[in-house]
């Protein structure tokens, strides 16, 4: 069965240093896996998606995340900290290799503080 | 509209009631997927849509919670005989098809209280 863990509940870094976000997954086969944002009293917003192409991907407003096979990590980094990306980022993969269901983590809150 | 919306925004209801949430998809989105995300939790799966069939109830928690698609396109959740464990923010998404790789996309979400 797909699982992820996300390992830090709360994140604090200061604007312009660097972001990391730490996501490990248990799979029985190389899954697919995402990042998700979600910014107060908005939707979930997909920032980046592994699928088994290059194992270093980019995403949107600056964020990449390295899929590590041997580590079963999947971490989110930038490399410079805005206020604005202050939200809460989930870890997923989808269940099973048809689609369907999302399985998420319990999430990491990040802040940034000026 | 161009994205997932959901009404109401907000629901308040009394313990014992019956409520309904609505989800409107992306245009031409075939399926259609609901979530309910507990206060300082990751969401979790309830039920997705393929058409206007469920493909996949197992998330529904008892037979308090129905849901359905009867056009293939808005969906409805109806919770019966509500509990206050069932307050929380309601999460739907839609995408193209189903299947790795096919982005789901959110709605704001419905926040339910049961007081």
């Known amino acids: 069965a797909q699982s992820v863990t996300q390992l830090d509940s709360h994140v604090s870094v200061s604007e312009g240093t660097p972001v990391l976000l730490r996501c490990n997954y248990s799979?029985?086969?190389?899954?697919?896996l995402f990042w998700y944002v979600q910014h107060p009293n908005k939707g979930l917003q997909l920032l980046l998606k592994?699928?088994?192409?290059?194992?270093l991907v980019k995403g949107i407003n600056g964020f990449e995340a390295e899929f590590k096979k041997s580590e079963t990590s999947f971490h989110l980094t930038k490399p410079s900290a805005h206020m604005s990306d202050a939200a809460e980022y989930f870890c997923?993969?989808?269940?099973?290799?048809?689609?369907?269901?999302?399985?998420f983590g319990q999430g990491t809150e990040l802040s940034v503080k000026p | 509209g161009a994205g997932v919306s959901q009404t109401p925004s907000n629901k308040v209801t009394e313990k014992g009631k019956y409520v309904e949430l609505r989800c409107d998809p992306i245009?031409?989105?075939?399926?259609l997927y609901w979530y309910r995300q507990s206060l300082g939790q990751g969401p979790e799966f309830l039920i997705y849509?393929?058409?206007?069939?469920?493909?996949?109830d197992s998330g529904l928690p008892n037979d308090r919670f129905f849901a359905v698609r009867p056009e293939g396109s808005v969906s409805t959740l109806k919770i019966q005989r509500t509990e206050r464990g069932d307050s929380a923010v309601y999460l739907c998404?839609?995408?193209?098809?189903?299947?790795?790789?096919?982005?789901?996309?959110f709605g704001a979400g419905t926040r339910l209280s049961v007081l």
């Open positions: 998404a839609s995408s193209q098809v189903p299947g790795l790789g096919n982005i789901q996309y």
């Open positions: 799979s029985s086969y190389s899954p697919s």
């Open positions: 592994y699928t088994s192409a290059a194992t």
């Open positions: 997923v993969v989808p269940r099973g290799n048809q689609g369907g269901k999302l399985i």
């Open positions: 245009s031409g989105h075939t399926a």
């Open positions: 849509f393929q058409g206007t069939g469920a493909a996949d």
